[in-house]
């Protein structure tokens, strides 16, 4: 599956796509291998160890994506890259669940709202490249994009700490009340909140004590234990363990092992890579091999994900309309907050594996939906920025400057 990872996204990357994209194809060419009479590697679809690897890489790519976002950066986003956030938070939510409505009327509400919420997710790597490319990261737009998608990742967490917290304390429809749907709401901000604010004032203090080992391998070994206690913890509290995971990888800044890196050690990401490059691609394949091709034989469900992903795109196109700067292209903002990538899986997936009236919330049929919504999404982003970008340098459409 290593292998298989990698050589998928090698081959995706030459094409100029993000090489998540070639691990998840070669997850989905592997779990269909049965179409065309190999069934050995079927059983690897419920194998309990290779479960457990990909949530552990889930947890570890979140505490990465977390160390990646600085807490200065979080509490600093502009009102626009606010706003826009919250639209392309709101929106898709809302549309997915009634887009599930109606095209999966027998579907209960549980799972039109674990498809709403796996909208809100957005993954802005792929959108950084092609700005990068374009020679426009130090513009109003891209800007805007990246303080929205630091706000995105947050409110989205958020979103899906309150859909597994009301998934893991309701235990059927009877459940379920508005005063426990608010409390989850509130525990799952003030479990982020508290966490940040406990650990950032305990963790520079073990990290400074801890400093004074000499055994090889005590800063990596710390952190991962920093963020598996707070997986943990989140978790306990009928929480998304990645909550845990993100909240642990914020509170984490250089200046807090210093004293390591003084003495020729590597930063955190650094040590943190070997680990990441085998357990990651694996939870991407298993991710790829619980689809079901077969699935997109049945009409309605080809009709629901190509309607789920014009849903999608829509839903996070509005994030343009929150930039309130004079002069920019909400357009650009808009579609550059498209992609769902990897959070996007991380939702799906988590979809398809809890329970729900002892049923999984999403069933095949809607996890392949919303896998290809996935893929989708992403491929699709760069040829649309890239569109509008060049639309602005055609003639009669620049702008005036203003005078």
């Known amino acids: ?10 081959l995706v990357a030459r094409a100029g796509q993000p090489p998540v994209l070639g691990e998840l194809l070669m997850g989905i060419v592997l779990g269909n291998l049965g179409l065309f009479g190999f069934t050995a590697l079927e059983p690897l679809r419920s194998n309990e160890f290779l479960n457990v690897a990909a949530e552990i890489g889930a947890v570890l790519l979140l505490f990465e994506t977390g160390i990646e976002s600085e807490l200065a950066e979080l509490l600093s986003v502009g009102w626009s890259a606010l706003l826009a956030a919250i639209l392309g938070s709101v929106t898709p939510l809302v549309m997915g669940y009634y887009v599930s409505e109606l095209l999966i009327p027998d579907a209960g509400w549980i799972r039109r709202l674990v498809v709403g919420g796996t909208l809100t997710a957005t993954s802005v790597g792929i959108t950084a490249r092609v700005l990068k490319d374009l020679h426009k990261t130090d513009t109003k737009e891209a800007r805007i994009i990246f303080g929205a998608a630091v706000a995105d990742d947050v409110i989205g967490l958020v979103v899906l700490g309150v859909i597994t917290g009301i998934i893991t304390a309701g235990g059927g429809q009877s459940g379920i009340t508005w005063t426990r749907t608010l409390w989850i709401i509130a525990k799952a901000v003030l479990f982020l909140a508290g966490a940040i604010a406990v650990a950032r004032a305990g963790v520079p203090r073990v990290l400074r004590y801890a400093s004074r080992l000499r055994v090889p391998g005590v800063l990596v070994g710390l952190c991962i234990a920093f963020c598996f206690v707070l997986s943990a913890l989140a978790d306990g509290a009928g929480l998304a363990p990645i909550l845990g995971a993100f909240a642990a990888g914020v509170v984490l800044e250089e200046a807090h092992y210093q004293p390591f890196l003084e003495r020729g050690e590597r930063t955190i990401r650094e040590q943190l890579f070997p680990i990441n490059t085998l357990l990651v691609p694996v939870f991407f ?88 919504m996935v893929l989708l999404t992403t491929v699709l982003t760069p040829p649309l920025l890239k569109a509008a970008f060049a639309r602005n340098r055609k003639p009669g459409l620049r702008k005036e400057p203003a005078r």
């Not at 599956?1 to 090698?10: H, L, S």
């Not at 991710?287 to 309605?300: E, I, N, Q, V």
């Open 1 to 10: 599956m290593i292998v298989a990872a990698k050589i998928g996204g090698e």
């Open 285 to 372: 394949v298993v991710m790829g091999m619980r689809m079901d091709l077969t699935a997109f034989a049945s009409w309605s469900v080809a009709a629901f994900a190509a309607l789920i992903t014009v849903t999608a795109i829509l839903g996070k196109a509005v994030c343009g309309l929150g930039a309130l700067e004079r002069g920019v292209d909400r357009l650009v903002i808009g579609l550059g907050m498209i992609p769902r990538g990897e959070v996007g899986l991380i939702f799906a997936g988590l979809g398809a594996t809890l329970l729900f009236d002892g049923q999984p919330v999403l069933d095949r049929s809607t996890y392949s939906a919303m896998v290809l």
